[in-house]
């Protein structure tokens, strides 16, 4: 079974705190505080309200025991599970104030990642068993965690986390070093491996002349960048296993099944993170006698 990713709770604490603070201001949430009396307890369950893969429900939980830890929170599904439309994610009790303070706050992240996790799992399940679909770093700033937590979830996989975990050599920094054309994708790897021995390599090519080059630096992995599926099925053959293959570039949905096909071991996609729909989810107060 897949591993997940941890969730990094000292940021996702502190975007908690952060989207709690540009709701509540100073003075909180002024039409509860006054309309609802502060002894009253209720019970709330988000519900799916279209069909789903589940992730986030501890950032919700988190958020909540935030606002109160005293809140009594039980999940009813698991992270990644498929939901369909009608199905009671999570219930939980307290304070009506806390619950109606924190509903709106607390959604906003669980559909950001649902969406997030359940675009992953189509895309993953375009692609099938034999490559894996990547995000990127094409995310929300302060989500970055969050959301390929969700990817991941969603049975998708996770590309580089930052600058910082590996070196990702493209037209841009070979141009700007003085090292583009004949020999300079070489002179770019050479550097890299000098300054940073123990980090793998990938190098962006969008022509086979590009790949032949690559190759033979012995790369760990070459981004292929906006190519055909002919190009991409005719570099697979050429690199034969000697590097590791990543099809890029605008790759949608309905083409995910053909660019596959090809052989390529990777398929990264920005609009896992950058472009997804929220999924519709509710949280539905549970009033007296059992109405919501």
């Given at each position: 079974m897949k591993t997940l990713p941890a969730i990094d709770w000292k940021r996702?604490?502190?975007?908690?705190?952060?989207?709690?603070?540009?709701?509540?201001?100073e003075a909180g949430d002024v039409t509860t505080n006054s309309v609802i009396p502060e002894d009253?307890?209720?019970?709330?369950?988000?519900?799916?309200?279209?069909?789903?893969?589940?992730?986030?429900?501890?950032?919700?939980?988190?958020?909540?025991?935030?606002?109160?830890?005293?809140?009594?929170?039980?999940?009813?599904?698991?992270?990644?599970?498929?939901?369909?439309?009608?199905?009671?994610?999570?219930?939980?009790?307290?304070?009506?104030?806390?619950?109606?303070?924190?509903?709106?706050?607390a959604l906003n992240f669980l559909q950001r990642l649902c969406g997030v996790a359940t675009a992953s799992k189509k895309y993953q399940d375009a692609a099938g068993n034999s490559c894996r679909i990547l995000d990127t770093r094409k995310t929300t700033p302060g989500w970055r965690n969050l959301e390929k937590y969700a990817v991941a979830v969603g049975g998708a996989f996770n590309h580089r986390i930052g600058l910082y975990d590996r070196v990702m050599i493209k037209d841009n920094h070979r141009e700007l070093a003085g090292l583009e054309g004949?020999?300079?994708?070489?002179?770019?790897?050479?550097r890299a491996r000098n300054m940073y021995p123990n980090l793998e390599i990938e190098v962006e090519v969008d022509s086979l002349d590009e790949l032949?080059?690559?190759?033979?630096?012995?790369?760990?992995?070459?981004?292929?960048?906006?190519?055909?599926?002919?190009?991409?099925?005719?570099?697979?053959?050429?690199?034969?296993?000697?590097?590791?293959?990543?099809?890029?570039?605008?790759?949608?949905?309905?083409?995910?099944?053909?660019?596959?096909?090809?052989?390529?071991?990777?398929?990264?996609?920005?609009?896992?993170?950058h472009s997804v729909k929220s999924c519709?989810?509710?949280?539905?107060?549970?009033?007296?006698?059992?109405e919501k």
């Open positions: 996702a604490d502190a975007l908690i705190a952060l989207a709690l603070e540009e709701d509540l201001g009253l307890v209720t019970e709330a369950v988000f519900l799916a309200k279209e069909d789903l893969i589940c992730a986030g429900l501890p950032v919700a939980e988190r958020l909540f025991q935030t606002l109160d830890s005293s809140l009594q929170w039980e999940t009813l599904v698991q992270e990644g599970e498929f939901c369909p439309k009608g199905t009671l994610m999570a219930r939980v009790r307290g304070s009506a104030r806390i619950l109606l303070t924190g509903e709106r706050t004949a020999g300079g994708i070489a002179r770019s790897v050479e032949a080059e690559a190759v033979n630096t012995g790369a760990e992995y070459i981004l292929l960048d906006n190519m055909t599926d002919e190009m991409m099925a005719e570099a697979v053959k050429f690199v034969n296993g000697r590097s590791k293959l990543e099809a890029s570039g605008g790759i949608t949905l309905a083409r995910i099944p053909s660019a596959a096909k090809t052989g390529v071991d990777f398929i990264s996609a920005g609009a896992l993170t519709d989810i509710s949280m539905d107060i549970q009033l007296p006698g059992g």
